[in-house]
C-alpha cells in the first residue's frame, strides 16, 4: 500500500488494522558511467513494493536525497549534510508518531546513509531518554542488502567484479525496475580499482576516476535483479512481520 495514492480516510483506516509503516530512504549520486542517479531510491523502492504486494504493509515516498558529498565531483550528484538528514528524518518519525504509528521502518538503499540514519535514531530516542520518559514508537535502519541472506546472494551471483560501489547487484535491480536504466557501454578497467578510503569529493574523483569503486557493471543483468528484488522483498516482509509484532 502506497501512502502516495491513499487518502486520509484511507490512512486513518489502515492505522486501526496496523502501526507500522515503511520509509525508503535513498540518495541522488552518481553510480559510475553506467550506472543512473536514482540507483539508490530504485533499489528500496522497487523492493519494498514488491513486498507490499506479499503483505500489504503501507509505505511512504521515498526520501529522494541523502549524505552523498564524497560524490559531488561527478555531476547531477545532491547531497545533505548529516545535520539536515537528521534533521530530516525527526520531523518524518515526528509526523508518523502524531498520527499514531508505533513501528516505523527506513530502508535505505545508500551505504553513506548509515551512520547518519543511526543517529537520527538516537536523536529520537534521546529525546525522550533524556527526559525520563519512555517513547511511544520503536524506529529500525536496515540496509536492502543486508536483509539476511541477500549479501551472501550478491557474493554468490557475483564472485569477482561486486565491489563497493556501482555494484552489478544495484545495476541489475535497477535494470529489472526500469528497462530505460539499461547501459551497455563497456567501461575500463573492467573491474573498478577498489581499497582507497572515500573521504571528500576531491579525493574519491582522484582514487575512483569514473566513478565506480571495486565494481564490474557489466555483470549486472534484468534476470539477476528480478532474483535480487523477489528474494530480498521476502526477507523484507519476514522482518517486517517480526518488527511489527
Ligand atoms: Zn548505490
Given at each position: 500500500m502506497r501512502l502516495d495514492l491513499m487518502t486520509w480516510p484511507e490512512v486513518e483506516a489502515y492505522l486501526k488494522t496496523s502501526k507500522t509503516v515503511v520509509v525508503p530512504v535513498g540518495s541522488t549520486e552518481q553510480h559510475g558511467p553506467t550506472g543512473v542517479m536514482g540507483t539508490d531510491i530504485i533499489c528500496?523502492?522497487?523492493?519494498?513494493?514488491?513486498?507490499?504486494?506479499?503483505?500489504?504493509?503501507?509505505?511512504?515516498?521515498?526520501?529522494?536525497?541523502?549524505?552523498?558529498?564524497?560524490?559531488?565531483?561527478?555531476a547531477g550528484t545532491i547531497a545533505l549534510r548529516p545535520s539536515t538528514l537528521i534533521a530530516t528524518v525527526q520531523d518524518v518519525v515526528a509526523s508518523l508518531s502524531h498520527h499514531g504509528f508505533q513501528?516505523?521502518?527506513?530502508?535505505?538503499?545508500?551505504?553513506?546513509?548509515?551512520?547518519?540514519?543511526?543517529?537520527?535514531?538516537?536523536?529520537?530516542?534521546?529525546?525522550?531518554?533524556?527526559?525520563?520518559?519512555?517513547?511511544?514508537?520503536?524506529?529500525?535502519?536496515?540496509?536492502?542488502?543486508?536483509?539476511?541472506?541477500?549479501?551472501?546472494?550478491?557474493?554468490?551471483?557475483?564472485?569477482r567484479g561486486h565491489g563497493g560501489h556501482g555494484a552489478p547487484s544495484e545495476l541489475s535491480v535497477t535494470h529489472y525496475a526500469y528497462d530505460e536504466a539499461m547501459r551497455r557501454d563497456k567501461p575500463e578497467p573492467k573491474i573498478a580499482?577498489?581499497?582507497?578510503?572515500?573521504?571528500?569529493?576531491?579525493?574519491?574523483?582522484?582514487?575512483?576516476?569514473?566513478?565506480?569503486?571495486?565494481?564490474?557493471?557489466?555483470?549486472?543483468?534484468?534476470?539477476?535483479?528480478?532474483?535480487?528484488?523477489?528474494?530480498?522483498?521476502?526477507?523484507?516482509?519476514?522482518?517486517?512481520?517480526?518488527f511489527s509484532a
Open positions: 528500496p523502492e522497487i523492493i519494498a513494493k514488491t513486498a507490499t504486494e506479499i503483505d500489504p504493509f503501507l509505505i511512504t515516498p521515498p526520501l529522494p536525497f541523502g549524505q552523498a558529498q564524497h560524490h559531488l565531483d561527478f513501528r516505523i521502518y527506513f530502508f535505505n538503499g545508500h551505504g553513506g546513509n548509515t551512520a547518519t540514519l543511526e543517529a537520527a535514531m538516537a536523536e529520537c530516542y534521546g529525546a525522550f531518554s533524556l527526559r525520563g520518559e519512555a517513547c511511544p514508537y520503536r524506529l529500525k535502519v536496515r540496509n536492502w542488502w543486508e536483509l539476511p541472506g541477500i549479501f551472501e546472494l550478491c557474493k554468490r551471483l557475483f564472485p580499482p577498489f581499497g582507497h578510503d572515500y573521504g571528500d569529493a576531491c579525493s574519491f574523483r582522484a582514487a575512483y576516476p569514473d566513478g565506480r569503486a571495486g565494481a564490474d557493471p557489466t555483470l549486472a543483468t534484468k534476470a539477476l535483479g528480478e532474483q535480487l528484488v523477489h528474494q530480498s522483498a521476502q526477507a523484507l516482509v519476514r522482518e517486517l512481520q517480526a
